[in-house]
């Protein structure tokens, strides 16, 4: 048989494209290489309760990609062994958990690698995966069957209602139960890749779940005055629906009021959080004092009715007054010297002097002033007590300056090394700081003859009180009656 030159060229290059498409085929499709020596591959055990539907060639996946196949599944004393083929050069964590699932109800099954963390050392050949770390799903025909039972437990007229209504409820929400699955998807792949943070918490999650479980009575309790209220406001619905529906109307009067006082009330209430930061850091003595305001009035309300129903011209309550002068004698420690010091009788307002003055004798001293602003409560600590607020707020503990009642002239002699007045920190004179030099004091000589006396500034005063001559038939009545009474 004679071929021409065409025909032998048609040939050859129908043998070349032949040859071509079965070692592709081999290759890529049959994997022959793989199977028959091999080459790319190494295998893994995996033991397993039982196969599961489990077969030869099953796929294997990891992280959703396959990265091999079941190459064999044998019989074992305690279950079933199934030998994996994997691909070479894809690294798969050796502590993970192998799952046996199905693509459907009735679909074949595979093996999905599932690791637990990225940190452990990569599957090599000869590795077994326990049967501690595996699992396979529950027998479908056992669910088939329970299922059937369970339908048929149901009446018929219900199961239609419930189909019904499920169709009512999900008809025509594709969409929606698409993005649904969709973010359940996203949140199973993020809690996946952030698996260690997510396992640390749920280990850490132990002492949060013992508090709560210590105040299950706190929590039983709130949630059985919670159930009260709710079924009070389910009982006085319609009052609690007039309420809602009657309080537009004064709504929208306290919102024009608002309105109307717009340019006042914000600086009201802005000027309003100071006296309510005093009244929270004092709100025990405020308690305190209005638990006995209602037995103080009730004191006073029977001190003014003495005298009801006598013949007594005074109604009201019996005064007393003590003529004891200086018993006990009034505390200087603290205070400016005499000669600071200014007269009642004078009417001008000149600065306050700088400083704190208060009676600076020891807090435990029942010689004078035991209500003194040294034994000021602080409301913030309870049991200390200061007169300054900065002392009950910091460390510093209160330090007298004597047990006596008179004024200490040099601040200087005094043990404690404290200023007179005592001033706060970083004001000039306080301790540590240069201190202002003291005023000046004036001296004159005083002709009780002719009664004056020249003055710092070279002017001459006349003083008729300042010297008197000695009362022969004084007494202690003449001692309470003014010069020249």
């Not at 599932?114 to 669910?143: E, I």
């Not at 405020?286 to 003014?304: K, R, T, W, Y």
């Not at 005298?307 to 200086?326: H, I, P």
Request: glycine residues 8%.
């Amino acid at each position: 048989m004679h071929l021409n030159r065409t025909t032998v060229i048609r040939l050859a290059a129908f043998a070349v494209i032949t040859l071509a498409v079965l070692t592709l085929m081999s290759l890529h499709f049959m994997k022959l290489p793989a199977k028959w020596f091999g080459v790319g591959r190494y295998t893994v055990t995996v033991q397993l309760p039982r196969t599961g539907g489990l077969y030869n060639t099953s796929n294997v996946t990891y992280r959703g990609f396959e990265v091999g196949a079941v190459q064999s599944v044998k019989l074992t004393d305690t279950g079933v062994v199934a030998v994996l083929s994997l691909k070479s050069g894809i690294d798969i964590p050796s502590e993970l958990k192998a799952e046996v699932h199905s693509q459907s109800a009735i679909g074949e099954q595979y093996l999905e690698l599932l690791p637990r963390n990225d940190t452990s050392p990569p599957l090599k050949n000869g590795d077994v995966v326990a049967l501690k770390d595996t699992s396979v799903p529950p027998d479908v025909n056992s669910l088939l069957d329970a299922a059937n039972v369970g339908l048929r437990a149901v009446p018929r007229d219900n199961l239609k209602t419930v189909v019904d209504e499920s169709y009512t409820a999900v008809g025509g929400l594709g969409p929606e139960l698409s993005r649904l699955v969709k973010g359940v998807t996203d949140l199973s792949i993020d809690a996946r890749e952030n698996l260690d943070p997510l396992l640390a918490l749920i280990d850490n999650s132990k002492p949060v779940l013992d508090s709560q479980t210590e105040t299950s009575d706190a929590i039983r309790t709130w949630a059985t005055r919670l159930a009260t209220v709710t079924r009070e406001l389910q009982t006085h619905d319609d009052a609690v629906a007039g309420v809602i529906e009657a309080g537009g109307p004064p709504l929208g009067e306290a919102r024009r009021l608002v309105e109307r006082l717009q340019p006042t009330l914000p600086v009201m209430l802005a000027n309003l959080v100071s006296p309510s930061q005093v009244a929270l850091t004092y709100h025990s003595n405020i308690e305190q004092m209005l638990v006995f305001l209602p037995q103080v009035v009730a004191d006073e309300s029977a001190g003014i009715v003495a005298n009801v129903n006598t013949k007594q011209a005074y109604r009201g309550g019996y005064l007393s007054f003590n003529l004891n002068f200086n018993v006990p004698p009034p505390c200087t420690t603290g205070f400016l010297p005499a000669q600071q010091r200014r007269d009642a009788s004078l009417e001008d307002y000149p600065e306050r002097a700088p400083g704190e003055l208060y009676c600076r004798i020891p807090q435990d001293s029942a010689l004078t002033g035991v209500r003194g602003a040294r034994n000021t409560p602080c409301a913030g600590k309870p049991g200390k007590r200061a007169a300054l607020v900065e002392v009950c707020e910091g460390d510093a503990e209160y330090v007298p300056i004597n047990d006596g009642f008179n004024w200490k002239g040099d601040p200087n002699a005094t043990f404690s090394g404290q200023d007179i007045p005592e001033l706060p920190p970083g004001v000039l004179g306080a301790t540590g700081s240069p201190k202002p030099a003291p005023p000046p004091v004036a001296a004159a000589e005083y002709n009780p003859a002719t009664e004056t006396y020249v003055g710092p500034d070279g002017r001459q005063y006349t003083q008729s009180d300042l010297a008197q001559t000695v009362q022969k038939d004084k007494t202690w009545q003449t001692m309470l009656l003014p010069p020249g009474g």
